[in-house]
């Protein structure tokens, strides 16, 4: 039986970050006043017993000094997700290397990807205060992931092995056991995520809502009051670990929300509590708060010229670069230019679970889909948007991935228009109206309606020029702006035809990564929605994947879930892409893009240049936001 063991680095420095932390020593000075007060324990008496001991010599890091706010924007109150993202404090997580490693946990025992063992750290607790322990796992799973009420479909994806839930077994207040038959080398990596599967809560807080502990009567009043429909809509509303949208719900992050909703500037502030220390032994966070103000996402250069941010990277673009060079020697800010590392700065998503049937046909045939690919001047999409700067070609892994492939990049990927016409008359969409548009099977012109973000301006400017390319090959392209939670809700509905958005949030994928944005398994893909929801429901909810190669991605998914060896998991990811390049499922065009990153001229241990990207950095999550500080220019 194959047997790692994770351990954090904390473990072989306990002894000198023990010593470090002794009471009265190196007291955050925000907390001082509060701890001097007898309002607030200790620092020793707030960290865990183990904390985890930052590695700034392997990261090359300075050790810093507490204070300060960071300043940063956003474009509606439910963008304070991407505090929690870019705050990246998880069970596991990546480093700057991208190597997996426990976080809030101190130790994960793996046994041949089939049994877990997770030990927490003895002391720790969440932002109120309160112990975290075992009992907000047992919570999590007896009382909300297999309660009918909260959770219909019940448990998610991520537990699931052949249909197989796993037995869960609490063996102390700090370890707890999770084991299947099978392997399920999916469980860690889902704990990693931007958007993790939080396999715990906070039990002291979420019991007050929840109808096995307190009177339903009294709970249905409470939700009438709230103008909710239940108990359960009231749980999962103050059920929060994401969006921050309770600041009531304590968590286990560097910072914690105070402000309320509805707001135009949201304060964080340290959590006491926080579990990570420096190398001297001073707790992290270095900076004291977070402010999010909300602005219009037009804005967001000319407020990072005017020097109205701290750190800024989501919501600027590379267009913006040249303005905000401009502002720098006038209000003391710099702009890092970091290699985003998606599939596809610009990717097209055919929905193949579309409802209109006549138009679910079409997509379905991958001659039109390569059709669409064939006609796109990915060269003058590249000169007209990136500078000529990017790497023109499909939706694939970057060079720097051990998964890249030049084959895959070019496939179907050139600019050939004469081809292009050729697959749409083969097909038989040879009728055309006055305008000059195909007309579909059943006579209606061939108007492809394409959502898109209404503020993912360059998007928008890339589907304008491509309007013009397809409709030299007869397809009417009509540009639908609206909110991204709206397109997702029609696109889960089966109401888009297309979605315009980026390709792979992964494109440093390696072969240990779970190939999750290569198969139908997850709603949030535009290009499958109803097969993704159908796996992550456990077939309760969506469509069976019903197109053989849809079908055998799953397989191969499948596969890879299985496997043992890596040379196994690399031969199914190749695969995969190459099946990606060969059907255009998801229609790339340009990568290469570089992220604009603005920050304070006196902010430290923030990298030069590091790859951007959602997935598995958490845009900036895993260099750790925790150990910014402000102290003078680099």
């Not at 047997?3 to 010593?19: I, S």
């Not at 932390?21 to 007291?27: D, F, N, R």
């Not at 007060?37 to 050790?63: I, K, N, S, Y």
């Amino acid at each position: 039986m194959i047997r790692r063991l994770f351990l954090l680095v904390a473990l072989a420095l306990a002894p000198a970050a023990a010593g470090a932390v002794s009471p009265g020593a190196g007291e955050v000075p925000m907390l001082a006043p509060a701890v001097a007060a007898g309002t607030l324990p200790p620092m020793a008496e707030r960290l865990p017993r183990q904390p985890l001991v930052a590695d700034f010599a392997a990261e090359g890091r300075a050790e810093g000094r507490h204070g300060g706010e960071l300043r940063m924007l956003a474009a509606k109150a439910r963008d304070l997700r991407y505090v929690s993202v870019m705050a990246y404090t998880r069970l596991v997580g990546y480093d700057a290397s991208l190597h997996l490693k426990p976080d809030l946990l101190l130790a994960v025992e793996n046994e041949g990807d089939k049994v877990f063992t997770f030990t927490l750290r003895e002391g720790h607790r969440w932002s109120d205060g309160a112990p975290f322990t075992t009992e907000d796992f047992r919570y999590y799973w007896e009382d909300v992931a297999n309660n009918p009420a909260l959770s219909p479909a019940g448990p998610p994806s991520v537990f699931r092995v052949d249909g197989e839930l796993p037995e869960v077994e609490i063996l102390s207040p700090t370890r707890i056991r999770y084991s299947w038959h099978r392997p399920n080398p999916v469980f860690l990596p889902s704990l990693a995520l931007p958007r993790p599967a939080f396999i715990y809560a906070p039990a002291h807080y979420l019991r007050q809502f929840n109808a096995r502990y307190v009177d339903p009567t009294r709970l249905a009043a409470e939700a009438a009051r709230r103008g909710l429909s239940s108990w359960a809509a009231l749980h999962n509303k103050m059920d929060e670990p994401y969006d921050f949208s309770n600041p009531d719900m304590p968590t286990l992050g560097p910072w914690t929300v105070v402000t309320a909703a509805p707001a135009q500037r949201f304060v964080f502030e340290r959590n006491p509590y926080f579990h990570r220390v420096d190398p001297a032994g001073q707790q992290l966070p270095y900076v004291d708060r977070i402010v999010v103000s909300l602005a219009a996402p037009s804005l967001f250069a000319a407020k990072a010229n005017a020097g109205a941010v701290d750190l800024q990277a989501r919501g600027l673009a590379m267009a913006d670069i040249p303005v905000l060079k401009e502002g720098e020697a006038t209000h003391d800010y710099r702009t890092l230019l970091w290699p985003k590392a998606e599939g596809s700065a610009f990717a097209l998503y055919p929905n193949l679970t579309t409802n209109d049937p006549v138009w679910r046909a079409v997509l379905r045939d991958v001659r039109f889909r390569r059709a669409l690919s064939l006609a796109i001047d990915r060269h003058t999409l590249n000169n007209s948007l990136w500078f000529g700067l990017g790497v023109e070609g499909n939706n694939t892994m970057a060079p720097a991935s051990p998964l890249y492939s030049e084959a895959n990049r070019g496939l179907y990927a050139t600019f050939d228009p004469a081809e292009a016409n050729h697959l749409l008359d083969a097909m038989g969409l040879t009728a055309r109206d006055a305008s000059g548009t195909r007309l579909l099977p059943d006579g209606r012109p061939l108007r492809l309606i394409v959502d898109v973000e209404g503020k993912a301006g360059t998007l928008i400017d890339a589907l304008e020029i491509t309007a013009e390319f397809w409709a030299d090959v007869g397809v009417r392209l009509f540009i639908k702006p609206g909110d991204i939670a709206n397109i997702r809700n029609r696109s889960y509905a089966g109401d888009t035809l297309m979605v315009a958005s980026t390709g792979f949030d992964n494109a440093l994928a390696t072969p240990e990564m779970v190939p999750t944005g290569l198969a139908p398994v997850e709603q949030a893909n535009f290009a499958w929605p109803k097969w993704g929801q159908y796996h992550e429901t456990a077939g309760k909810l969506g469509q069976a994947p019903d197109m053989p190669g849809a079908q055998r991605l799953m397989s191969l998914y499948n596969a890879w879930c299985h496997s043992g060896g890596m040379a196994e998991k690399q031969a199914i990811w190749a695969e995969m892409l190459a099946l990606h390049a060969e059907n255009q499922w998801i229609i790339g065009t340009v990568s290469g893009d570089i992220q604009p990153v603005v920050i304070a001229g006196q902010l430290r241990n923030v990298p030069e240049s590091a790859p951007f990207a959602w997935e598995p950095v958490a845009l900036i999550g895993a260099y750790r936001m925790d150990e910014f500080f402000y102290g003078g220019r680099p």
